[in-house]
């Protein structure tokens, strides 16, 4: 499984970002995806996540903020961002977890100026 994020930048604090996570490879038994970021000097940390079913779970600090969703179709997961504040720069990773593991993309840096 590959995964390649995408949509991160540097944004004002208030503004927006849609992050993109596209899967490829061996889809079989998708049950998870979801978002993670990880700040200079901080432990990774969930940010976000969706199931097979559709149930999302959000960390406190981005709930009203922030909508994770997906398209089966293209095997995609997006984070839409809203309201954002500079604690929320980090990098952000997407994740997958099928009947193959737990796997993880490259990352996209999100940058919130003040």
């Known amino acids: 499984v590959q995964l390649q994020a995408s949509g991160g930048g540097l944004v004002q604090a208030g503004g927006s970002l849609r992050l993109s996570c596209a899967a490829s490879?061996?889809?079989?038994?998708?049950?998870?995806m979801g978002w993670y970021r990880q700040a200079p000097g901080k432990q990774r940390e969930l940010v976000a996540s969706i199931t097979s079913g559709g149930s999302t779970n959000y960390a406190d600090s981005v709930k009203g903020r922030f909508t994770v969703s997906r398209d089966n179709a293209k095997n995609t997961v997006y984070l839409q961002m809203n309201s954002l504040k500079p604690e929320d720069t980090a990098v952000y990773f997407c994740?997958?977890?099928?009947?193959?593991?737990?796997?993880w993309g490259q990352g996209t840096q999100v940058t919130v100026s003040s």
């Open positions: 994740n997958l977890k099928n009947s193959y593991g737990s796997f």
């Open positions: 490879g061996s889809m079989l038994g998708i049950s998870y």
